[in-house]
């Protein structure tokens, strides 16, 4: 049992409280393990829609590159990228469920203590009230006998939150006695605060944590060669020219941990996030990393016009050209127009020439393939189309058929293998006749 009634009644009292162990979501599994367990499912249940839009090619107009760049410019499989991510995941699994073993166990049952807290608040703040008016030239006396008849509560505000005639029976130590009460405009204002104000003001800064954080540690990566070394650190990321949704967690485990994982975490510590509100923000970070590997930049896209760091932004950075550059993730690039570090140089030439390049590559391989063994004829189309993105993302527009004569057992064999590489054995994305 606690509370607070306090000796002295010209503010309404708070409330008493009775802590008790808050019921946790699901009964075979804590909220712990579900903070930590969420994300992962996000990241996948997302992946999966971006992995079928690519197998069936769903919106090939809104694709940032076309499946022969993703075939020919990536440096690693997907097999490893997903047995990488699975790694990390679990790394992540481990690191969220220990530190939550440090937390005090969830209770509920203070929230409308807490509720009178920011009422009692409410009706301090109007005692500035009569000053503010003075300021002004306004008699605040004058003013409030005559909002008295019509608009009552007006009038109470404006003499300072004086409600001389809300009162409430309380019982102390067995006996009843008449005390100030609250006026239902301030437990309305109160509630409004408590249950979404607050929560609103912890997620903003959890985002501008999570922002500066990864983009100080992002851009030291890139500017620190030592946290660049091959094979090690951040360039493993950066193996994958042509992103995609479930190569967005490809890191190295350590990256991962402290980029992700410490982000997530300093967000939570400093914003004094409930775990329930820290499992939305997790796996929301987590869905808008994976938004921002999809490779496509779509016109509808709402969750884009809040956040400006889009697909397309973030593209850039997976470039050899843009490495140096637009470091900010996941929310805003604010930071990268403070730092200096926004790429401003016209994209759309450089996306259509590495577009051409893989292209060629591509066409070249097939072509080898016909002249090894000249047979039966087949036609393969490739026939890609963009549509031309917003200014502020890359401009990307292609139309592009190829031609190739091919004997037909090894274009089985060639459209099984760029599928299968591409988005697995039954995929077929360059709308090509699959055997399957
Ligand atoms: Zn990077
Ligand atoms: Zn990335």
Do not use: C
Not at 132 to 141: E, I, R, Y
Not at 247 to 259: M, Q
Not at 409 to 424: I, R
Request: proline fraction near 6%; hydrophobic fraction near 40%; charge should be neutral.
């Amino acid at each position: 049992m606690a509370g607070a009634n306090a000796t002295s009644y010209d503010l309404p009292p708070l409330p008493e409280y009775t802590l008790r162990p808050l019921v946790p979501l699901s009964s075979w599994a804590s909220d712990a393990f579900i903070q930590a367990a969420l994300p992962v499912v996000g990241y996948w249940a997302v992946s999966l829609v971006f992995h079928a839009i690519d197998v069936y090619d769903l919106f090939p107009q809104y694709r940032l590159h076309t499946p022969a760049e993703v075939l020919k410019r990536n440096h690693v499989s997907r097999y490893e990228v997903f047995r990488d991510v699975i790694l990390q995941q679990i790394i992540q699994i481990i690191a969220s469920f220990s530190l939550s073993l440090f937390d005090e166990a969830p209770s509920t049952g203070k929230a409308d203590y807490d509720v009178a807290w920011y009422a009692q608040k409410i009706r301090l703040a109007q005692r500035l009230v009569p000053y503010v008016l003075s300021t002004v030239g306004l008699d605040p006396t004058g003013l409030a006998k005559k909002l008295a008849p019509a608009q009552p509560t007006l009038a109470s505000v404006a003499t300072g939150g004086q409600y001389p005639g809300l009162l409430q029976a309380i019982s102390i130590t067995g006996e009843s006695t008449m005390v100030p009460a609250f006026a239902s405009w301030e437990v309305s204002l109160a509630s409004f605060v408590y249950w979404y104000g607050i929560p609103a003001i912890q997620f903003t800064a959890a985002i501008f944590i999570m922002d500066a954080w990864e983009y100080m540690l992002h851009r030291a990566m890139h500017m620190n060669k030592w946290l660049y070394v091959p094979v090690t650190f951040h360039s493993r990321h950066h193996r994958l020219y042509v992103p995609y949704a479930y190569g967005a967690l490809y890191n190295h485990p350590l990256e991962g941990f402290a980029l992700d994982t410490l982000g997530a975490g300093l967000s939570y510590l400093l914003t004094g996030m409930t775990m329930r509100q820290s499992m939305w923000f997790f796996t929301g970070s987590t869905i808008k990393t994976v938004l921002d590997h999809g490779g496509y930049a779509f016109p509808w896209d709402p969750i884009h016009w809040i956040f400006p760091n889009n697909a397309a932004y973030h593209d850039v950075h997976h470039q050899s050209w843009g490495i140096k550059t637009n470091f900010s993730q996941p929310f805003f690039i604010y930071l990268d127009r403070l730092g200096g570090t926004m790429y401003k140089g016209n994209v759309e030439e450089k996306y259509e020439r590495a577009r051409r390049t893989a292209q060629h590559k591509l066409d070249q391989e097939l072509e080898n393939e016909a002249k090894a063994a000249p047979a039966e004829s087949v036609v393969v189309t490739v026939d890609e189309n963009m549509r031309p993105q917003g200014a502020s993302t890359p401009r990307i527009s292609r139309k592009k058929a190829t031609s190739i004569s091919l004997p037909a057992g090894n274009f089985k064999d060639l459209t099984n293998m760029v599928n299968a590489n591409l988005h697995g054995r039954r995929a077929n994305v360059l709308g090509m006749e699959s055997s399957h």
